[in-house]
T-cell receptor
Framework: GQSLEQPSEVTAVEGAIVQINCTYQ??????LSWYQQHDGGAPTFLSY??LDGLEETGRFSSFLSRSDSYGYLLLQELQMKDSASYFC???????????WGAGTKLIIKP | DSGVTQTPKHLITATGQRVTLRCSPR?????VYWYQQSLDQGLQFLIQ???????AKGNILERFSAQQFPDLHSELNLSSLELGDSALYFC???????????FGQGTRLTVV
């Protein structure tokens, strides 16, 4: 079967740095995406890694190691508005079909 | 606002009933995806359409069906509803079949 593993919950302090890990086991692999979802809201695209290495976009960075079937999302200078669920998703075919992890709830404390 | 419009936002219906969820993609987007998200779960891919044709099928039950119309809007039909069908149903659209998709705000379906 196909599966993605990510922690169910992570707690951090405002202003700190947090890393959310994702390991995957899928039949195909085109790339790893990260999405943010606030309670009751729509998933919002954050990043996409097709090649190994680190991609940086402002306070957020995403890393991929295809040989380890592993990636992470790094959030820096945490703000209260970053409190949300973060999903990793693997693109498994050319049709951009995504297999999703169950999500990591990020709780930020003042 | 992603530009993807879903209606209705909320729907409460009884078991055994049938409902239709509607999605209007972003202007110019040809590809439409439907996802189901149960409470505290990730998204389950249901089905994808591209320019009116079905292109990929995920874990979609036989009681569910979808279509994309010539004006590119899409409908997801859910029939013989069960309590377990209660979930958020998201539609997403993208320009082509292999570009990032943008999500609508979802339809929250409650089956009682």
């Amino acid at each position: 079967g196909q599966s993605l593993e990510q922690p169910s919950e992570v707690t951090a302090v405002e202003g700190a740095i947090v890393q959310i890990n994702c390991t995957y086991q899928t039949s195909g692999f085109y790339g790893l995406s990260w999405y943010q979802q606030h309670d009751g809201g729509a998933p919002t695209f954050l990043s996409y890694n097709a090649l190994d290495g680190l991609e940086e976009t402002g306070r957020f960075s995403s890393f991929l190691s295809r040989s380890d079937s592993y990636g992470y999302l790094l959030l820096q200078e945490l703000q209260m508005k970053d409190s949300a669920s973060y999903f990793c998703a693997v693109r498994v075919d050319s049709n951009y079909q995504l297999i999703w992890g169950a999500g990591t709830k990020l709780i930020i404390k003042p | 606002d992603s530009g993807v419009t879903q209606t209705p936002k909320h729907l409460i219906t009884a078991t055994g009933q049938r409902v239709t969820l509607r999605c209007s993609p972003r202007s110019g987007d040809l590809s439409v995806y439907w996802y189901q998200q149960s409470l505290d779960q990730g998204l389950q891919f249901l089905i994808q359409y591209y320019n009116g044709e079905e292109r990929a099928k995920g874990n979609i039950l036989e009681r569910f069906s979808a279509q994309q119309f010539p004006d590119l809007h899409s409908e997801l039909n859910l029939s013989s509803l069960e309590l377990g069908d209660s979930a958020l149903y998201f539609c997403a659209s993208s320009v082509s079949q292999n570009t990032e998709a943008f999500f609508g705000q979802g339809t929250r379906l409650t089956v009682v």
